[in-house]
């Protein structure tokens, strides 16, 4: 056992009592009591990354929001705590905290807690900086040319442009913003005015809700985003999308986006690329890969095909490494086929407009068309609002490596680094070995659960770690597989959840999808786990719930 | 002299040649190695932290990209690098970033290191975890609840909403977001089809890019983000504000949405709310405050009215903590009056209708018809998409805690213990003696300008950090204020930036307005610098113009 306790942690007396503004940067002389101060917080993590790793923990100390305000001393009063005061408050926080890198934990599609991109972690807050500018941020926006640039290569983009973006929603949310610019590019000045028709976009079923939310946030509303119905192990339906694209043409809709998954969220399905890409290729839309979950598995010759393929005739590709490949909450990107900055080696300068005077609109619109004809880019001619106290082209270095000017974001988070490291650390070898790893590890799963079939009943063969399965108590073992059956199996999921949550020995996720209520969903993302924790999760969840 | 040296930092032999996969979480056994790794670079970051309050040290070793490209090993290749590898590659790193925490950096509007806010990003990124649910983030989320709640009474709202979002470009789209489903409800579903007429927006042309970035994300166009002038100040000028609504809507169009800015970017202007909110009420308009740089002041009795005096008759004010505050990248806020989750103490349960099997769009239609009777919240209603894998209403705690639906991301990263720890270890009284002392420190560089009047020429009186001025090299001084010496004046501005980069003792910011060519504009908001720094700052800037 080796949980966290508050009462472990004491500073020395002279630092106990000093508050945040006498040591730096407040108190120029208080290097020693900052120090101290930091390394004692260090040495809190230090115990709870120890008690992540530790299978006798538990995963969670469980209580009700309103049990947990009166544990927790959460206000924030007139007058500074002492430094010994925020110690204890860091120690109670983690003692109360949910472990998602604990090997038990098999809950959510993020989760372990990778040591070296924690620690990557910890630098970017130390380093504290915004990715908008070379100015700023010189090393990490050159790591993110590195690493996005590999990122394309794998995804087999020649060339190409990339963004990261804080999660998988934004990240598709600029996919849709790069077609709409790329194919009406009007759009951006007039909006829709002008358009014979609405437009259209096309989605499975079971997608993400983050593209459902595209269409509400970018004004298309959520009845032209089409749910294209999908097949029992959870794909789209090539044929179904052709009809509903002919069908909304039929209308007078102009269809211009289709959305395939390639990892759905709850059954891990990976839709059909080929034969979506040649329907996308056949009605002119742009074709956009969701690989915000299964992206990871492009790391692996053994498992990127047959469920990837294609992907490279995606116009555009979410990949979260935030999930499969484990690094920290939060590190999303998304590629786009076409280049945005081609001369982003040259060194060449603009000429220094911003130095003469003249009324806004002239200036901006001469500003901005020498950068669009400079770098004609899809990204930045897309996003570019042209902040001239940000993006000002009289630089000592070459604008090409600002970033800021091609997001939706002013100050943007630094999540290149905490990756990079990690990829440094892995190798392509390393990653590979890892995904690797986590589907064989999923293999043995099924496998346990096939060999109990009394106890667990899998609903469908998993194209990635997500594996769906019923658990069937005692009282409903050898009776038929009816939908009766099935409708009591799935009452006992949330029951089991929550005797889960009140034990803290177990994390496992469950919900209903279109063709079935309740079922479980494991998800085995985190490098922590062994076979024997997948026979954790299986024995507990019997000792859970054989009584009900 | 406490450069960073990355030869100084060597781990045993033991642990030195080991990779990732050979400590946690690969490794059950591996904590003495683990612990030695983490503990290694940790003393890397003290030591930077040390480096950053060290006004003997460069804020940065300037180097061109292609320059810098040859100086760093970015590299990543098929095999894994060893610990010892990673090490120098973190020490690295830091000794190519720029000290954005260094007394000497002036440069942008989030600055500094917070040393309380950095340990408090150090935890966050140890609890990896994800703020959509109460389930897997308790602890943070009641956090989220005290501290925006708090934010909330300050601002003057009674009840309401917040959440907290990855920067001010983003608070501000949810708050248009908001705005427009509150206005028109349909929206969301149909888009703009059925409306009389386009709609349209009013913001200043000094405010910050990213509102008019919502109007193209969102599908309105930039044509319908209308820029009102500002005056000398940069103020908005509310008579222009009138006039221009009357003539968008004698055009037909809808005017909906307002934005005032609280402390505008480069000339830290504050529009004036009272007669802007007074206009609104008039025309039926959202009033929107992006107090994102301003908002800080709101903690200061002396500074906050007049500035801020009738920011309480607004809809939504976004604010950033990692701005004037302090608190680290990212940490953005927006506030609505309006109350989402009403009920949000009750611990009453829906009723479990995810448990019966239904057609999709029946389920989903009757689950959200009931949620939004339940909860009757703007955000909520605005936002959800109900994904039945994650927001269940069968759940074992109240799902009322759950703030995943009430976003458009789906992950989200926790931006709130560092703020909640960081004002924790001020109390209240300490964050108002801080933006005091920020204040304080403007005031005297004013008036180190004014005795200076030879060397430096104030733009304007300044009412909040930003101070707007050029400096006067020694062959144009003494010569009368002429349009044709502001044209030379403007021209040294990326000169001596330059020789700043270059030399690494100094960081400020130049840009052009609407009214003049390039000009200084120096920030103080790390808590880092002090009159010295101040004095500092002109001297050096003059020690590198002077032969101009």
Request: with cysteine.
């Given at each position: 056992m080796t949980s966290i306790n508050p009462d472990n942690y004491k500073l020395s007396d002279k630092t106990a009592?000093?508050?945040?503004?006498?040591?730096f940067p407040f108190s120029e002389t208080a290097q020693p009591e900052t120090r101290e101060f930091l390394q004692k917080v260090i040495d809190i993590l230090l115990d709870y990354v120890n008690a992540c790793n530790?299978?006798?923990?538990?995963?969670l100390d469980f209580h009700h929001p309103e049990e947990m305000k009166k544990l927790l001393d959460l206000e924030i009063s007139e007058n500074p705590a002492p430094l010994q005061q925020l110690i204890v408050d860091c120690a109670t926080t983690l003692k109360y905290q949910?472990?998602?890198?604990?090997?038990?934990?098999?809950?959510?599609?993020s989760c372990g807690l990778d040591i070296v991109s924690m620690a990557g972690e910890w630098l970017t807050a130390t380093a504290n900086?915004?990715?908008?500018?070379?100015?700023?941020?010189p090393v990490f926006i050159l790591m993110e040319n590195v690493v996005l640039s590999k990122m394309r290569q794998i995804i087999g983009y020649d060339g190409g442009d990339s963004i990261l973006a804080p999660g998988g929603s934004i990240s598709n949310l600029y996919a849709f913003l790069a077609a709409r610019h790329k194919m009406f590019p009007g759009y951006k000045e007039h909006?829709?005015?002008?358009?014979p028709g609405d437009l259209c976009m096309f989605t499975s079923d079971?997608?993400?809700?983050s593209v459902k939310s595209c269409s509400s946030v970018c004004g298309l509303?959520?009845?032209?985003?089409v749910m294209v119905p999908s097949d029992e192990s959870g794909k789209m339906i090539p044929s179904e999308l052709e009809r509903l694209i002919l069908e909304r043409k039929a209308r007078g809709q102009i269809p211009f986006f289709v959305n395939a998954t390639a990892?759905?969220?709850?059954?891990?399905a990976f839709d059909p690329l080929h034969e979506i890409a040649d329907i996308c290729q056949k009605y002119n839309c742009w074709f956009h890969v969701d690989?915000?979950?299964?992206?990871?598995?492009?790391?692996s010759k053994k498992y990127r095909n047959p469920r990837?393929?294609?992907?490279?005739?995606?116009?555009s590709v979410t990949w979260n490494p935030h999930k499969l490949m484990g690094a920290l909450l939060q590190c999303s990107s998304i590629h786009f086929?076409?280049?945005?900055?081609?001369?982003?080696?040259?060194q060449m300068k603009l000429p220094t407009v911003a130095l003469t005077v003249k009324k806004e609109n002239e200036r901006e619109r001469k500003l901005k068309n020498k950068i669009e004809i400079f770098f004609q880019g899809l990204l930045l001619s897309c996003?570019?609002?042209?902040?001239e106290y940000l993006f000002?082209?009289?630089?000592?270095?070459?604008?090409?490596?600002?970033?800021?000017?091609?997001?939706?974001?002013?100050?943007?988070?630094?999540?290149?680094f905490k990756l990079w490291l990690q990829w440094r650390a892995e190798g392509d070898a390393g990653f590979e070995a890892r995904m690797d790893r986590l589907m064989e590890l999923t293999a043995y799963e099924v496998k346990r659960i096939k060999e109990q079939s009394d106890k667990f009943y899998l609903i469908m063969e998993p194209e990635c770690v997500n594996v769906s399965f019923w658990y069937i108590p005692r009282r409903l073992r050898?009776?038929?597989?009816t939908p009766a059956k099935v409708v009591e199996l799935a009452k006992i999921c949330p029951i089991i959840k929550a005797r889960m949550m009140q034990s803290g020995t177990l994390m496992v996720g469950y919900q209903p999808d279109d063709r079935r209520p309740n079922f479980f969903r494991s998800i085995i993302?985190?490098?922590?786990?062994t076979e024997k924790d997948v026979d954790f999760m299986l024995n507990e969840i019997d000792r859970l719930g054989q009584d009900l």
């Open positions: 009592n000093l508050t945040a503004h006498e040591i530790d299978r006798n923990e538990k995963i949910v472990k998602t890198g604990h090997p038990h934990f098999f809950n959510q599609l900086t915004n990715m908008f500018t070379y100015e700023i941020a909006g829709p005015r002008g358009l079971q997608c993400h809700y509303g959520t009845e032209n985003c990892g759905t969220t709850v059954l891990g690989a915000a979950w299964g992206g990871g598995l492009l790391l990837m393929s294609g992907i490279e005739r995606s116009d086929k076409e280049d945005t900055q081609q001369d982003v080696t040259c996003n570019q609002m042209s902040a000002m082209t009289d630089k000592l270095y070459d604008i090409g490596y600002d970033t800021g000017d091609k997001v939706i974001q002013c100050g943007r988070h630094n999540d290149i050898g009776s038929p597989h993302s985190s490098a922590a786990v």
